[in-house]
């Protein structure tokens, strides 16, 4: 596709459950972000891919968060047993300089 | 460290009427790039614009424009003759240097804007 897409758009999880997210971005972009937006909050950096290397995971909460890349394109963001404060929407980014990220539509994550 | 703020939680208006966001940022970079996005209901974050820190040029693109300035580090957008689809929250966004050239962007909170027919 011409954009980044992201799914599932929306996920219900109870506390407690594991989640995945996936991103698929633009293709050919090297760069790819994850970022998490809280209700009425700009986002905020999660972890960072460069191709298939993870170079900067400084913004991931706790070691429940895990970010893969494995063949350098789509990327799966893992949340282990979930928590409220976990509710939030994730976005995902790419981009092939620093012209410019381009942001998919996000995931809406709800943890009851 | 790099921080970004939108001291306008919320501002409402007549449509047609002209509004400028406010956008206050802090980095000790030398070299680094300002970004505007728009959030429509939707959600997806829509670009707008970038600028380089070394081009202080203000720039209009039809009913947009943005004032740069870096002496009092601020980087203002406004929206003339403002319409109901300008309705949206607008982000300003400031690149942080990651390894290897990479640019993570750091955002404000936000300002929320409703255009009222």
């Known amino acids: 596709g011409a954009g980044v897409s992201q799914s599932p758009r929306y996920k219900v999880a109870k506390r407690g459950q594991d989640v995945a997210l996936r991103c698929d971005p633009i293709?050919?972009?090297?760069?790819l972000f994850w970022y998490q937006q809280a209700l009425g909050q700009g986002p905020e950096f999660l972890t960072y891919?460069?191709?298939?290397?993870?170079?900067?995971k400084s913004g991931l909460p706790s070691d429940r968060f895990f970010a893969e890349r494995p063949e350098g394109s789509v990327s799966t963001l893992k949340i282990q047993r979930t928590q409220q404060e976990d509710s939030a929407v994730y976005l995902c980014?790419?981009?092939?300089?620093?012209?410019?990220?381009?942001f998919g539509p996000g995931t809406r994550l709800t943890v009851l | 460290a790099q921080k970004v703020t939108q001291a306008q939680t919320e501002i409402s208006v007549v449509e047609k009427e002209d509004v400028t966001l406010d956008c206050v940022y802090e980095?000790?970079?030398?070299?680094?790039?300002l970004f505007w996005y728009k959030q429509p209901p939707s959600g997806e974050l829509v670009f707008l614009i970038r600028?380089?820190?070394?081009?202080?040029q203000n720039e209009i693109s039809g009913r947009y424009s943005w004032n740069f300035q870096k002496s009092t580090s601020s980087f203002n957008f406004t929206i003339t003759a403002s319409q109901v689809v300008d309705s949206a929250v607008y982000f300003c966004?400031?690149?942080?240097?990651?390894?290897?050239?990479?640019?993570?962007?750091?955002f404000g909170q936000g300002t929320r804007l409703t255009i009222n027919p």
């Open positions: 980014a790419s981009s092939l300089s620093a012209r410019g990220q381009f």
């Open positions: 293709s050919g972009h090297v760069s």
């Open positions: 891919f460069q191709n298939e290397a993870q170079l900067d």
């Open positions: 980095t000790r970079d030398t070299t680094y790039y």
């Open positions: 600028r380089n820190s070394f081009d202080e």
């Open positions: 966004a400031l690149s942080e240097r990651v390894v290897q050239g990479a640019q993570k962007l750091v």
